[in-house]
């Protein structure tokens, strides 16, 4: 009898080690996928000096939830640190610097205030990854005779060792395809344009280069794909909100909801990879664009909403790994505190976001 019962208990002693070492497997495995992607967010540079229009008065006075703690100037050598460390902290791989083109005359083309931070980061000796997305829209535009001093400028950030890779090559994001084809007149031009900084690339040693377009609109897939882009990705999804047309507040799950059938419809619409871009909240009443106030806006930014928004993106890349380029996304934003989207701590909120991020990365 005595020997029957040892036999059942070591029998279920067995099986018990099974079930927790099976359960343990998944969960690293689970761990290991979830670390595999590189998630990354936006950083836009508007907080710069006392001088920058984006610090209105409306933001400073009325938004003390998006204020960061260290102020609103962060773009400093010591605050841009911080965030780094921060953002590595909570499971972030990279920053795609929004980058602007602005010609002071002395050759040089980078001289916009808005890449300061961008310039402070490179002086920093860390392994974040970054790259940057040319906001070429209205007032940041740039000529088809300026694209030959703008690819040198471009391949010396691509071969910093920090830059972020697609493919084996560096990325480079665009805001807009209107306003590119506005420049070269045709995807013909754009994707001889594109060649050449390809060609540019080659000859500073890289692979190449991978062309990714920020997509306001899924009509123009076709146009991106004759312009010659490698990867379709966008900045944020606020104009699909369902009734954007009509001005009012609505929930934020809303955006959560039907950025996944955003996402779906770029799969479905082209053969181009995707880098699936995540609108964590829109909320533009302190921007400094008065018109640009007049707009719909989420209600219900919060930590779990971050998680939410954080999961349903990993949850999706899980089942359509096939449609991604370079198993990554981009969150909007880290910092854009005008349009209501942003992650750094604050006194009132503290790192309550950040959690959310973090909480989001963890696959249960």
């Not at 460390?85 to 909570?90: E, M, N, P, S």
Request: aromatic share 14%; charged share 20%; glycine share 6%.
């Amino acid at each position: 009898m005595r020997q029957i019962l040892k036999q059942f208990t070591a029998c279920n002693v067995l099986k018990s080690t099974l079930f927790i070492t099976f359960n343990v497997l998944i969960c690293f495995s689970l761990i290991a996928q979830t670390q595999d992607v590189k998630l990354g967010a936006y950083y836009f540079d508007g907080w710069t000096g006392p001088k920058s229009n984006h610090m209105n008065a409306d933001l400073v006075s009325g938004f003390n939830e998006r204020k960061p703690i260290w102020g609103w100037q962060t773009s400093n050598p010591e605050v841009i640190g911080k965030q780094v460390l921060l953002a590595k902290q909570y499971g972030l791989s990279f920053f795609s610097f929004c980058w602007y083109y602005k010609n002071s005359g002395n050759g040089k083309v980078d001289s916009d205030i808005k890449n300061n931070a961008l310039k402070q980061f490179l002086k920093l000796n860390n392994n974040f990854e970054f790259s940057i997305m040319v906001a070429n829209h209205k007032g940041y535009n740039f000529k088809p005779d300026d694209w030959d001093s703008l690819s040198v400028y471009w391949c010396k950030l691509f071969k910093d060792k920090r830059y972020l890779l697609v493919d084996g090559k560096p990325v480079i994001t665009f805001f807009s395809l209107n306003y590119l084809l506005q420049s070269f007149k045709t995807p013909e031009n754009v994707r001889k344009a594109f060649d050449s900084l390809r060609a540019v690339a080659v000859k500073n040693g890289l692979n190449g280069v991978t062309f990714a377009i920020n997509l306001n609109r899924l009509d123009i897939i076709n146009q991106a794909e004759a312009c010659g882009f490698d990867v379709l990705t966008g900045y944020n999804f606020h104009q699909y909100i369902p009734d954007s047309t009509h001005i009012g507040t609505y929930d934020i799950d809303v955006m959560r909801t039907t950025e996944s059938k955003i996402w779906d419809q770029m799969v479905q619409s082209s053969k181009l990879p995707i880098i699936p871009s995540v609108t964590l909240n829109w909320d533009p009443r302190a921007v400094t664009d008065l018109r640009n106030r007049e707009s719909t806006r989420l209600k219900g930014y919060s930590k779990q909403s971050v998680y939410k928004s954080v999961k349903s993106c990993l949850d999706w890349m899980s089942q359509n790994k096939s449609s991604l380029a370079g198993n990554m996304a981009v969150l909007y934003a880290w910092n854009e505190y005008g349009e209501g989207a942003w992650l750094t701590p604050s006194k009132q909120l503290k790192n309550s976001l950040l959690e959310g991020l973090k909480q989001g990365k963890v696959r249960n």
